[in-house]
């Protein structure tokens, strides 16, 4: 049966009027200023609504014209925009927002799709968000919430926000169109939340088929208590740990605000680290550089200190490149791998063969004792839609009939991909060539993992890529785990 979208959206409209209003449309509503509402849009990408509220509060007591902004430089942009997400890179489009302006517009905010585009940090998001709500245009604004319950609703099967956008424009009702983002980013913040959604009080749940949807459980004996706190894990290839902490490495870390960190290839030691990573807030980390130096080597940050920590795989040959960091906690082990690379022509096949025989050994004797987390680079993309031109990539490293024999050998012992527990869609990818202009055209490779054993995968809660995080060839990839 199709999703009853005309009976459900109304309803939704009464349910989510008692909620709090999204920061935007908060701002849209008491200054009714494009400027204001296009600087409080820039300034919520990656942002929870309270810490735009404030910084926007702070920053148009110092400027709320064009004219004012243009006044100020990008460090007190930065003091004043601070701790809004990655408020360095947001300081600087602010800075140049005036002149765009000026120079292109006559000083006004555009009205149109393709003039919003070209305003500096300005994405697809933020210019329908600007359209709709300062100008009451007709534009769909496709947000984290609005991708991810369209999906939920099976009212979509798509794998990208714009995709999204594309078919609810041939879908939804145009008088819904303005009003879709608030309605569901209400919605999406209180009940139907990314994390364990809230669907034993919601209001639409006899409709909705929950496709992908792991909802929480509520134990009515202990008043509301849902079993362990979910635990949310971070990977990721950073290419360089000093070149990821000049691309906004902490900031992203602050953002994404998880448990624990595993970093691959961060190509340092701990001697040679810049001051502000030597003690990362709230963590404990963890190093195994490579013997060489800028090359290979893997941390993890936590916020929980473990009980015990390995470092590497118990083998001389195999721990030079410090690959494998293993640490113990008191209900799993955690362990962060940067498997080699097979080299062109798997010149190196035959000593990642080796080193992948001993690491599921290691995974194996672990997961005896208790649950088991694997993260990281695995360097292998596992199925052809794994990547984007399996075909033209039978015989190169990373997609060899030989590594990928292993990463069946993987699952058939048990341990379960975690994404695609969640996500079975193709052009999903973790890696992409700095060449080409690839990342752009989505040409990847899916090469970094969650896997967990068996007997743990009703622990998994969600299983994500983060393709919109930059700072590296790679982007982090994350599990909920409870
Ligand atoms: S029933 Fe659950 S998954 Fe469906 S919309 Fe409601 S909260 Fe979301």
């Given at each position: 049966?199709?999703?009853?979208?005309?009976?459900?959206?109304?309803?939704?409209?009464?349910?989510?009027?008692?909620?709090?209003?999204?920061?935007?449309d908060l701002i849209a509503a008491q200054t009714r200023d494009p400027f204001k509402i296009l600087v409080a849009t820039l300034l919520s990408a990656r942002t929870k609504d309270e810490v735009t509220a404030t910084a926007s509060r702070r920053l148009f007591a110092r400027a709320g014209?064009?004219?004012?902004?243009?006044?100020?430089?990008?460090?007190?942009?930065?003091?004043?925009?601070?701790?809004?997400?990655?408020?360095?890179n947001k300081a600087?489009?602010?800075?140049?927002?005036?002149?765009?302006l000026k120079?292109?517009?006559?000083?006004?905010?555009?009205?149109?799709?393709?003039?919003?585009?070209?305003?500096?940090?300005?994405?697809?998001?933020?210019?329908?968000?600007?359209?709709?709500?300062?100008f009451h245009r007709p534009a769909i604004c496709v947000d984290t919430h609005v991708h991810r319950i369209m999906n939920i609703w099976g009212v979509v099967r798509t794998t990208t926000p714009l995709q999204t956008e594309m078919a609810l424009q041939q879908i939804?009702?145009?008088?819904?169109?303005?009003?879709?983002?608030?309605?569901?980013?209400?919605?999406?913040?209180?009940?139907?939340?990314?994390?364990?959604?809230?669907?034993?009080?919601?209001?639409?749940?006899?409709?909705?088929?929950?496709i992908g949807v792991t909802p929480r459980t509520v134990d009515k004996k202990s008043s509301g208590h849902n079993g362990p706190a979910a635990k949310k894990f971070i990977s990721w290839n950073v290419n360089g740990l000093r070149a990821a902490w000049k691309n906004g490495l902490l900031e992203v870390l602050r953002d994404l605000d998880a448990d624990i960190v595993a970093l691959q290839e961060i190509k340092i030691h701990p001697d040679q680290l810049p001051d502000p990573l030597r003690q990362v807030d709230g963590y404990q980390v963890f190093w195994n550089p490579a013997k060489k130096k800028g090359y290979a080597g893997t941390a993890v940050l936590t916020k929980t200190a473990p009980l015990r920590v390995w470092h590497g795989l118990d083998s001389p040959l195999l721990d030079e490149e410090g690959r494998?960091?293993?640490?113990?906690?008191?209900?799993?082990?955690?362990?962060?791998?940067?498997?080699?690379?097979?080299?062109?022509?798997?010149?190196?096949?035959?000593?990642?063969q080796d080193f992948n025989r001993t690491l599921l050994a290691h995974m194996d004797r672990l997961s005896r004792d208790k649950s088991l987390v694997l993260c990281g680079d695995l360097n292998v993309a596992h199925k052809e839609i794994d990547l984007a031109n399996p075909k033209a990539n039978v015989r190169n490293p990373g997609f060899s009939e030989q590594e990928r024999a292993w990463m069946d050998a993987v699952i058939a012992a048990g341990y379960?991909?975690?994404?695609?527990?969640?996500?079975?869609?193709?052009?999903?990818?973790?890696?992409?060539?700095?060449?080409?202009?690839?990342?752009?055209?989505?040409?990847?490779?899916?090469?970094?993992y969650f896997l967990v054993d068996r007997a743990s995968e009703g622990r998994v809660v969600d299983a994500a890529i983060l393709d919109d995080v930059i700072g590296s060839d790679h982007c982090p990839v994350s599990m909920i785990f409870r």
């Open positions: 049966m199709p999703f009853p979208l005309e009976t459900i959206l109304p309803l939704l409209e009464r349910e989510v009027s008692s909620y709090q209003v999204p920061v935007v014209t064009p004219y004012e902004l243009e006044r100020l430089t990008v460090e007190e942009l930065e003091t004043l925009i601070y701790p809004v997400g990655f408020f360095r600087k489009f602010l800075s140049r927002l005036p002149a765009a120079d292109r517009f006559g000083g006004a905010v555009p009205q149109d799709l393709d003039s919003l585009l070209t305003l500096p940090g300005v994405g697809r998001k933020t210019a329908n968000l600007v359209m709709a709500v300062a939804l009702p145009e008088r819904y169109w303005i009003r879709i983002n608030a309605i569901l980013v209400a919605f999406g913040q209180g009940t139907c939340t990314p994390v364990r959604p809230h669907c034993d009080q919601c209001v639409i749940e006899k409709w909705c088929p929950k494998v960091l293993t640490l113990e906690f008191a209900d799993f082990y955690f362990i962060n791998v940067y498997a080699p690379n097979a080299q062109p022509e798997l010149r190196r096949l035959a000593f990642k379960i991909d975690t994404f695609r527990k969640f996500d079975p869609s193709p052009a999903r990818y973790t890696w992409w060539s700095y060449r080409f202009n690839a990342r752009a055209k989505n040409i990847g490779w899916r090469i970094d």
